[in-house]
């Protein structure tokens, strides 16, 4: 299956053998602090910048059925994001990971994003349409 939207990537994630615990980081694109005109004219044409993680959870699957109902709770938690990050964690022996288990690898996710290795990771935008990084 081709995956093209965060949909698809909740299918696939329920097909797996072990129980899925999902990873989340949602960034915001800022224009850097050293910067220049271009840079700045071109940012606000909606082009450039760089990706900063603004926030990030774990979640079970079973607690996204859908990319509406993320969208909506990260919303609340009034940050506006343009990318979202994914990843998922495979559980042992049918037994999910606990958050406290996903803790670690969801810091070091963050640390990858801070460090521009986004390629590594599956990414949506704010319409759920996945993302691909050259």
Not at 60 to 68: S, T
Not at 78 to 87: A, H, P
Not at 120 to 129: I, V
Request: glycine share 8%.
């Amino acid at each position: 299956m081709e995956l093209t939207n965060f949909d698809d990537f909740l299918r696939m994630a329920g097909q797996q053998i072990e129980p899925q615990r999902l990873l989340f980081v949602f960034a915001a694109a800022q224009l850097p602090d050293e910067h220049t005109e271009d840079e700045a004219q071109r940012f606000a044409q909606g082009q450039g910048g760089t990706l900063s993680p603004i926030m990030y959870v774990d979640k079970a699957l079973n607690e996204v059925p859908d990319f509406d109902t993320l969208k909506r709770e990260s919303l609340q938690m009034g940050r506006e994001w343009q990318i979202v990050f994914v990843g998922a964690l495979d559980g042992h022996n049918g037994v999910m990971l606990s958050t406290e288990q996903a803790e670690q690898p969801l810091e070091l996710m963050v640390k990858h994003i801070e460090n521009g290795e986004v390629q590594r990771f599956l990414a949506f935008d704010t319409q759920g349409q996945a993302i691909s990084f050259l």
